[in-house]
């Protein structure tokens, strides 16, 4: 069944862990739109056949005979109608939330969208281009961003798409159930390339995939042009947390935050990935890659309770190979304890009092 409908609406391999979920409600859409559409057409030809025109007789009222069973048939539809769109609904929700959560122990590989390429770094310090090899039967974590305009990675067999936006991070998973290669395209017109802008996923055996990167990233087909385009993501630098330090230093990050949990002028970014920040506003934040970065760029759109609006902006400045080495670097010393997480009291302002905003206890 499965595989006659795949078919019969011309969809490539279901090739990723959630594939075929994906097509289950696509056929299940599929299905009900053309049953629904035949049955009115059904119910249509019956009507126009034994209501037409016979005599001119309009002395019996025609609401009169057909009222009760009219009414009792369009409460049935309309529940009908409901119980489809709940079920529609039910379905998609639970496909979305699995396709937004990776799975915990998900392998991590940064996506960079330039015109028109597709570059993937991981945090070992792998760098390729346009080809991305990942081991099958692991799920891969794609943290995306563009250094120009909208692109949106798609790879038609894993039925996986998602827009890759500048100056912003967005998140995709997979799982590639069997070794192969797998086209990737970009679907949002992006300038006259676009249509070049194209990629592939190599799933390789794990065992291959861990001969491929004991093989250096030099073997990568596209590193040597990787290596020439773009220095900062070449493999030859060292891994991302520490590239992440080097950059954090570079841009005088970490002259107001920490790496070891001491109090300073910032929060620390020990402990940080994935911690729950309370807001200024009452509420609060998990520090996942969308707010690291969202931090970075408008540090004053959302505000960690009880710290002075200080942190200059960084938008445009920092390029997002950078961005990704910083979060390595947040992310390599989530272990480190935090502790309480409070401005440094280094009387600075008035005997550590916090300014304007007020410090929680
Ligand atoms: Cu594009």
């Known amino acids: 069944m499965n595989e ?3 078919q019969l609406l011309f969809l490539p391999e279901q090739r990723s862990s959630l594939a075929r979920e994906i097509d289950g409600l696509h056929y299940f859409v599929i299905l009900v739109t053309m049953g629904g559409a ?4 059904l119910i249509g030809g019956y009507f126009l056949i034994r209501y037409r025109r016979r005599v001119q007789d309009t002395s019996r009222p025609y609401a009169g005979v057909l009222a009760r069973p009219a009414l009792l048939l369009e409460t049935a539809g309309l529940f009908g ?4 769109f709940l079920t529609f609904w039910n379905i998609g929700t639970r496909q979305f939330v699995d396709l937004r959560t990776p799975p915990d122990d998900a392998l991590d590989v940064y996506v960079t969208a330039k015109q028109w390429m597709w570059k993937f770094s991981t945090p070992e310090g792998e760098s390729m281009i346009s080809v991305l090899y990942v081991p099958a039967r692991r799920p891969v974590r794609l943290v995306m961003t563009s250094r120009d305009v909208i692109h949106s990675f798609f790879v038609p067999a894993f039925r996986i798409k998602q827009d890759v936006l500048p100056g912003r991070y ?6 590639a159930t069997a070794p192969g290669a797998y086209p990737i395209l970009c679907t949002e017109y992006c300038g006259t390339s676009h249509s070049e802008m194209r990629g592939q996923v190599i799933a390789l055996e794990p065992d291959d995939y861990e001969r491929w990167l004991a093989g250096g990233a030099a073997s990568t087909p596209g590193f040597a042009q990787a290596a020439a385009d773009d220095a900062e993501l070449a493999a030859a630098e060292p891994a991302m947390p520490v590239r992440g330090e080097r950059a954090a230093a570079r841009h005088g990050c970490l002259r107001c935050h920490t790496l070891d949990g001491t109090p300073h002028v910032g929060p620390t970014w020990a402990g940080l990935y994935r911690a729950v920040v309370p807001l200024e506003d009452g509420g609060e934040r998990i520090a996942d890659e969308a707010y690291i970065t969202e931090s970075i760029m408008d540090p004053l759109a959302v505000m960690h309770r009880g710290f002075s609006p200080v942190m200059p902006s960084y938008l445009g400045q920092i390029t ?11 992310k390599s010393i989530r272990d ?21 905003g007020g410090m929680t206890r």
Not at 81 to 84: N, S
Not at 336 to 347: E, Y
Request: no cysteine.
């Open 170 to 175: 967005t998140t995709a998973w997979f799982e």
């Open 4 to 6: 006659l409908l795949r």
């Open 336 to 356: 480190v304890p935090r502790g309480a997480v409070v401005p440094w009291d280094g009387g600075v302002s008035g005997g550590g009092a916090p300014a304007p």
């Open 320 to 330: 997002p190979p950078d961005i990704a080495a910083m979060i390595e670097l947040i």
């Open 81 to 84: 109608l409901g119980f489809v």
């Open 38 to 41: 035949a049955l009115i057409t």
